[in-house]
């Protein structure tokens, strides 16, 4: 069941600028999600995607109603989301406009599979997953994007894309592992010392 929404005092609300600063802090992984058929194809970078339930698998992401991307997606049914590699800095910035390049355009210098559902899928991306949308979600700017998982293309590369307080930044599983084992905190919860 569906939670009517409810009627939030404006009063009581922050800034957007404030609101931008917090997020700022909030490291996300990269994707790009991709998005039609054939030529009539377009795709956006986000951080914003997110998994919401393992069974069934669906993800969910959050995209600007604005964007290129979101009739496409709502046309088709379709979408692929494809998680970045540290080296697809280039595709990222071409699919976040960069360059001023649309549709198709932002896929050239990048090889690309069609998956199932029909959209293009990156090879050498991270993971790339087939989705079809199983509802979307209407709200102020953006519609939050609920994908069924119909495929997965899993690839044993180790170097993650992410974006942190403006820029992108790259998180190797080899090379940071050393780092990465100095912050962890086991589950009985007391940390590595
Ligand atoms: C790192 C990064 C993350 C982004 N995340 C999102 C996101 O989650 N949702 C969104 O709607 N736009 C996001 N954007 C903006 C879109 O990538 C950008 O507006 C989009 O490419 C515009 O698409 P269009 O030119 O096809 O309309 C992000 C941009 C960057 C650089």
């Not at 404006?10 to 600063?21: C, H, K, N, P, Q």
């Not at 914003?48 to 709502?74: M, Q, W, Y």
Request: glycine residues 10%; hydrophobic residues 40%.
């Amino acid at each position: 069941m569906n939670v009517v929404p409810r009627n939030i005092m404006t009063d009581t609300l922050v800034s957007s600028a404030d609101f931008r600063g917090a997020m700022r802090h909030l490291t996300g992984g990269v994707s790009v999600i991709t998005a039609g058929r054939g030529k009539d194809i377009t795709g956006m970078t986000v951080t914003s995607v997110t998994s919401l339930s393992v069974d069934p698998p669906t993800l969910l992401v959050s995209i600007n109603r604005d964007a290129s991307s979101f009739p496409l997606i709502r046309r088709h049914g379709a979408f692929g989301v494809n998680i970045l590699n540290a080296d697809q800095l280039d595709v990222a910035e071409r699919f976040a406009g960069k360059g001023g390049l649309k549709g198709a355009d932002r896929f050239a210098g990048a090889q690309w599979v069609t998956g199932v559902s029909g959209v293009p899928l990156l090879v050498g991306a991270l993971s790339a997953v087939d989705c079809e949308v199983e509802e979307i979600v209407e709200r102020h700017s953006h519609g939050i994007v609920i994908g069924r998982v119909r495929d997965i293309r899993n690839s044993t590369r180790t170097a993650a894309l992410a974006y942190w307080h403006g820029q992108y930044v790259a998180v190797d599983q080899n090379e940071d592992a050393a780092k990465l084992t100095d912050v962890s905190i086991p589950a009985g919860g007391r940390r590595r010392i």
